[in-house]
């Protein structure tokens, strides 16, 4: 065969080669080094995650914010409304008797809330107790 009939075998890339594995593109991770106390001690303090502090916080950061808006309402709503309940008539501003409905139906809530909790408690202890 001439060279003018086409590419000669040497001018041809490499083909890879499917027995051979790929390269690795990362060197091997080292292990970790022995840590020193003091490494050890800042690691368990920055990696706590949520703890029931930072919950107290949270619900005491939350629980201020709500009470600011429940003063900006009742400050805001201060027309004075006439209630009756059964033979009681009271005469209260507007966001304090809203205020104390929903007082009221959160301690009903409550209330319910309450009960299925004493209901579950029982099916779950006579579940638990032995049979005989």
Not at 84 to 89: G, I, P, Y
Not at 94 to 118: D, F, N, T
């Amino acid at each position: 065969m001439s060279t003018t009939d086409g590419p000669n075998r040497d001018d041809l890339a490499p083909v890879d080669r499917l027995d051979e594995p790929p390269a690795a593109a990362e060197p091997p991770v080292p292990p970790n080094p022995v840590s020193s106390p003091e490494t050890e001690a800042v690691r368990r303090h920055t990696s706590m995650g949520h703890t029931k502090a930072a919950a107290t916080w949270s619900g005491l950061v939350i629980g201020v914010l709500v009470l600011i808006v429940l003063l900006v309402f009742i400050l805001q709503n201060l027309d004075s409304v006439t209630l009756n309940l059964f033979w009681w008539e009271f005469s209260v501003p507007l966001g304090i008797g809203l205020l104390l409905a929903a007082i009221a139906g959160a301690l009903v809530m409550a209330l319910a809330g309450g009960v299925r909790i004493v209901q579950i408690r029982r099916l779950a202890k006579r579940a638990t107790k032995p049979q005989g």
